[in-house]
């Protein structure tokens, strides 16, 4: 079966901690990306990645950086980490050519205190 | 700008009954079509897709969903409920010419099954 795997299922930091999630896929797919889902706002893209080393802002950016180093890896970084910040992180991947369908983790739920 | 919209933020339907959910785009090019489903706690699964050729598109679990052009609409259907199908449900739009334009997705309707 292919495969999303987010590193942490449930995470709690403290305000100003900086927090790495990551996200490792096995299908050799080129595309990542980082979404953010919170009550009532549906699924809103932080960034994405093309390619290794590659990455492209998507809608809420602020206080996020990312990291793709390799092809399967794509990190996502809170430089300092804030409550606002607390929300479930899913990440995805797809290959360019099988349409755009993309396949999800199971979620990162992080809670900054 | 490409958008999506789901009109329903909650729908409770009957266990054996039939569903629709809604969704509405907005899209300039020739559109891509999704419908994912998530279970409480997990990430989105992957119900059906719509590219091109038949308007009714079969996906899992028993679900179809109708594309149609006309309306700018591509909404989920089952005929009969079952009590696993809660969950929430995401429509997503993408494009066959732009490229690596990520996905846009609705706000997502979540379904609740009475017995």
């Known amino acids: 079966d292919v495969k999303v795997t987010q590193s942490s299922r449930y995470l709690v930091k403290r305000t100003g901690e900086k927090v790495f999630l990551e996200c490792v896929q096995d299908?050799?797919?080129?595309?990542m990306f980082w979404y953010r889902q919170d009550p009532g706002l549906g699924l809103r893209l932080i960034y994405f990645?093309?390619?290794?080393?590659?990455?492209e802002k998507g809608d809420i950016p602020e206080g996020y950086s990312v990291s793709r180093e390799k092809k399967e890896r794509f990190s996502l970084i809170l430089e300092s980490a804030s409550t606002n910040q607390t929300s479930m992180y899913l990440c995805?991947?797809?290959?360019?050519?099988?349409?755009?369908?993309?396949?999800f983790g199971s979620g990162t739920r992080l809670t900054v205190v | 700008a490409q958008s999506v919209t789901q009109p329903d933020i909650h729908i409770t339907v009957s266990e054996g009954a039939s569903l629709e959910l809604r969704c509405n785009y907005s899209y300039g090019a020739t559109p891509y079509l999704f419908w994912y489903v998530q279970s409480p706690g997990q990430g989105l699964q992957l119900l059906l897709k719509?590219?091109?050729?038949?308007?009714l598109v079969q996906g899992i679990k028993g679900f179809e969903a109708e594309f149609k052009r006309s309306q700018s609409s591509f909404n989920l259907r089952k005929p009969s409920v079952h009590w696993s199908d809660a969950a929430e449900y995401f429509c997503?739009?993408?494009?066959?010419?732009?490229?690596?334009?990520?996905?846009?997705f609705g706000k997502g309707t979540r379904l609740s099954v009475i017995a």
């Open positions: 719509y590219f091109s050729g038949d308007t």
């Open positions: 997503a739009v993408g494009s066959l010419n732009s490229g690596n334009t990520p996905l846009v």
């Open positions: 990645s093309y390619d290794v080393k590659m990455k």
């Open positions: 995805a991947s797809s290959s360019t050519g099988d349409g755009k369908s993309y396949t």
């Open positions: 299908m050799d797919h080129e595309n």
